[in-house]
């Protein structure tokens, strides 16, 4: 059985589409015979650059609240790093905050 995890990034609403066009084009959300599945919810991420951060939006030492995507894809295990290469080329932030679950087989 091919081991399948859950990648979940967070990306600002107006990087969402090229964010996910890579992921896809390197393999990400392959569901039987369909490429590039992915589920998107909009919400609001939060974060308080420091003064050696580097922020794409915001300025250090401001609270920032910035209007993003939660991006949520399945992928195959063996295409995981090609994956997260391709996410964080195309993502603007200096730190991506993404998260990655084992999914199990039933």
Do not use: W
């Amino acid at each position: 059985m091919v081991q399948r995890v859950k990648l979940v990034v967070y990306v600002p609403v107006t990087h969402t589409n090229v964010v996910l066009a890579a992921m896809g084009d390197a393999g990400a959300g392959v569901i039987g015979n369909y490429t590039h599945c992915s589920f998107v919810s909009q919400g609001k991420g939060q974060f308080l650059p420091n003064d050696k951060a580097n922020p794409f939006i915001g300025k250090c030492g401001i609270l920032e609240i910035v209007d993003e995507s939660r991006i949520e894809v399945t992928v195959f295990k063996e295409r995981l790093e090609y994956v997260i290469k391709a996410m964080k080329s195309t993502h603007p932030y200096e730190e991506v905050a993404f998260d990655v679950y084992v999914l199990e087989d039933v």
